[in-house]
């Protein structure tokens, strides 16, 4: 049984030529303005710098001119910091406070998700991407837009959140759902032979 459940991820890298620019923008005396740090904590992010990166994109979440789409996006970003400094419940919260903004977006439905299924807490995993399933509104107007969290992602998930339940009905089921967004999938296709093994040693008993 298996699926692509994941943290936000910050996107590609470009190596640290964008960090140094804004590190020597700030040494010049240079302030800022929120779009400018919001992109500066991902940098930080980007290259390790975990701490640094948690307090710049904290005190960007306070900023007054950000706009939307980088709060809800900074809020998954600052989750991302916490995790990797083992500050699981701190990063919840981050997750959390990104729903406060606007509508859920799928992408943070699916981080809480992910945040339950890997502490075991299958039911209130399976509440959050059901979440993810019903948020329609994606990013707007050059937002970070992860795709497969607009149906693949929370649908693979279920499935594996109701197979560790035992409920195989409603795993077999939400595997279906998940290949009509992706029929190329290996998750989606290895769940299949799992699920055909499974019948099959039904059939048997």
């Known amino acids: 049984m298996d699926a692509p459940i994941r943290h936000a991820k910050s996107g590609p890298g470009s190596g640290d030529r964008n960090l140094r620019i804004y590190e020597k923008q700030l040494k010049q005396g240079a302030q800022l303005d929120a779009r400018q740090t919001y992109y500066y904590g991902r940098e930080l992010l980007d290259n390790g710098r975990y701490d640094q990166a948690e307090k710049v994109l904290e ?11 980088n709060q809800i996006d900074a809020c998954r970003q600052l989750a991302v910091c916490r995790y990797r400094q083992k500050k699981d419940e701190e990063a919840l919260e981050a997750l959390l406070q990104g729903l ?7 992408e943070t439905c699916c981080d809480i ?14 509440f959050w991407y059901r979440a993810a399933l019903l948020a329609q509104k994606r990013p707007q107007g050059g937002g970070f837009v992860d795709e497969d969290c607009y149906g693949f992602l ?9 197979d560790r339940m035992g ?6 089921r939400y595997n279906e759902m998940a290949g009509k967004f992706r029929p190329q999938s290996p998750y989606y296709l290895h769940n299949l032979e799992y699920f055909g093994k499974y019948m099959e040693k039904q059939k048997n008993l």
């Open 59 to 69: 005190e960007f979440l306070t900023r007054k001119d950000a706009w939307t789409e």
């Open 154 to 162: 929370p649908c693979i998930s279920l499935c594996l959140c109701c």
């Open 100 to 106: 406060t903004f606007d509508e859920p977006r799928a």
């Open 167 to 172: 409920d195989m009905v409603r795993a077999r």
């Open 113 to 126: 998700g992910r945040h339950f299924f890997d502490r075991g807490r299958y039911p209130a995993a399976v």
